[in-house]
């Protein structure tokens, strides 16, 4: 069986996988999205007794179908090794009846390890099939941790170069610190007088320009993407959900076809929709909790079915979560409009010129196995200090915003189904915020020290990528302003 690829905007012809991976976006400012989702072809029976790396073969060989099994183990194979502390990759921790799915063991403690430890490869794979000579320049923009997990997968793979682009003051300061001290020399790293949407803009925009695409071409370079936009992330994103349902059924903590809830914290929407598409794929998932912070425009479009990015954009204390354009959205949009491209295309013409758009009721219909909600900041700091007084278990401010919504869902609803949390950072990725939460008194501590002091009070030890960066020298320091974007990809490019 093969799966194709078309966007969301036009009615344009298809795309193998590869070539969807190798473009990212469509050339008509759309994403690429499967024809048809694959049915899951091997039983929970069966997934329950594979590892990590099997399960996701049997996940992601009917998305990418036009990779060879070789090809496609050789990729797992290089992603989903030693780079992670833990042979597991992604354990599942249960902590006060709820299931925590851990995807920060990789090596730059978030989620997106998980995906960018694996694109670098499905990215070099798909030129080599497509016969591509051009050397490929990743173009990201991130809200702290897609931009340093890109530059670890991509850092001196050869015919790569990689450019990221992160707000300036809109991320914490360990996730600065990981960014300006990576290593590479195919790596490149702005911070921008902006925040995360304008980064996001900005890159889109020189994706647009085909002026510059020309340019690039002349000099043998094409532009490619590393954000959740790429299919080449959300396909290894929908693998740990089918491993975490495979992982309960194999301890016994459900039966055959017992349906799970998910609750996912959200921003961009890729982490969701993977786990929308896993049940798409026939996984027993009931309902999807999207989890907001602050910036809450999912949950009020859950609740009116406006999507309004008309706001006051908040900096806050889940910042890989400050987002107010979720790209990813688009491709539920589509799909709810029920593939039709016209209809999407419409609504994603209004985001642009009026910043906001409104769903028919019937498509508001199709929203049925969502359920939105969002965490405020004392909330979620809440969150952290009760489940690390009970239970001693210290979790991010992310997966906290997950688990503060899912007391709201199970209060609301009486809804008691397993329930997987995706737990999407490690609290080391964002230390200040955490230690704060659990006593306000350490607040006067520096990084490190708060760092040594997590490690105590939660009896785990500090992992490797926060050591790596304990004493590390500054590599990167380069600003521009938002209208700036295209004249420093040019100059690093030397075009
Ligand atoms: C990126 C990120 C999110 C949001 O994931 P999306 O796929 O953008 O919705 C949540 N938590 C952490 C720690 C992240 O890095």
């Not at 430890?117 to 080599?128: C, E, G, M, V, Y």
């Not at 949407?197 to 020189?206: C, F, H, L, P």
């Not at 080449?232 to 301890?251: D, M, N, S, W």
Request: hydrophobic fraction near 40%; glycine fraction near 6%; aromatic fraction near 10%.
């Amino acid at each position: 069986m093969s799966t194709l690829y078309k966007s969301t905007r036009s009615d344009s012809k298809t795309f193998t996988a590869s070539e969807a991976i190798l473009k990212g976006l469509a050339d008509d400012g759309g994403l690429f999205v499967p024809t048809s989702i694959p049915a899951l072809d091997v039983s929970i029976e069966e997934l329950s007794k594979m590892d990590y790396k099997e399960v996701a073969y049997n996940v992601m060989k009917n998305f990418l179908s036009d990779f060879t099994e070789e090809e496609l183990k050789d990729c797992i194979n290089k992603a989903y090794d030693s780079k992670f502390d833990t042979e597991e990759i992604a354990p599942l921790v249960e902590v006060e009846g709820a299931y925590y799915l851990e995807l920060f063991h990789g090596s730059t403690i978030a989620f997106k390890d998980m995906a960018l430890s694996i694109l670098p490869h499905l990215l070099t794979t798909s030129a080599k099939k497509n016969n591509i000579n051009n050397e490929i320049v990743i173009l990201t923009a991130t809200s702290g941790d897609t931009g340093k997990a890109a530059m670890a997968g991509f850092a001196d793979v050869p015919g790569t170069r990689i450019i990221v682009f992160y707000p300036a003051g809109g991320v914490s300061s360990i996730q600065e610190k990981q960014m300006v001290t990576q290593k590479g020399d195919n790596t490149y790293v702005v911070s921008i007088n902006g925040n995360f949407d304008e980064a996001q803009s900005g890159v889109k925009a020189i994706f647009g320009d085909k002026e510059l695409a020309k340019e690039m071409a002349d000099k043998g370079f094409q532009f490619s993407s590393a954000n959740s936009i790429n299919i080449g992330r959300l396909v290894p994103q929908i693998a740990y959900y089918v491993y975490a349902y495979a992982k309960l059924f194999a301890e016994g903590k459900v039966a055959k076809d017992e349906k799970i809830n998910v609750v996912v914290p959200t921003g961009n929407f890729g982490n969701i929709l993977a786990a929308f598409y896993a049940k798409n794929m026939g996984l027993p998932i009931d309902k999807l909790i999207c989890a907001s912070n602050d910036n809450k425009v999912l949950y009020d479009f859950f609740e009116t079915g406006v999507y309004d990015k008309n706001r006051e954009f908040m900096l806050t204390i889940s910042p890989s979560m400050d987002i107010l354009i979720s790209s990813n959205l688009e491709r539920l949009i589509y799909r709810i409009a029920g593939n039709s491209y016209e209809k999407n295309a419409a609504l994603m013409e209004d985001l642009k010129t009026k910043g906001k758009y409104e769903i028919t009721p019937e498509m508001k219909a199709e929203l049925k196995d969502f359920y939105g909600n969002y965490a405020s900041e004392a909330e979620l700091s809440k969150t952290i200090k009760d489940t690390y007084e009970s239970c001693g278990y210290i979790m991010d401010t992310h997966t906290a915003v997950a688990a503060t919504v899912y007391d709201k869902y199970k209060k609301a609803t009486g809804d008691n189904k397993t329930t997987v949390i995706a737990s999407t950072a490690s609290p080391f990725k964002f230390t200040r915020s955490v230690m704060n939460a659990i006593d306000p008194k350490y607040d006067e501590k520096g990084d490190f020290e708060l760092v040594d002091e997590l490690s105590r009070i939660g009896n785990v030890a500090v992992p490797n990528a926060i050591e790596e960066i304990r004493n590390a020298d500054v590599r990167h320091n380069n600003n521009c302003d938002v209208d700036g974007m295209k004249d420093i990809v040019k100059k690093f490019l030397g075009i």
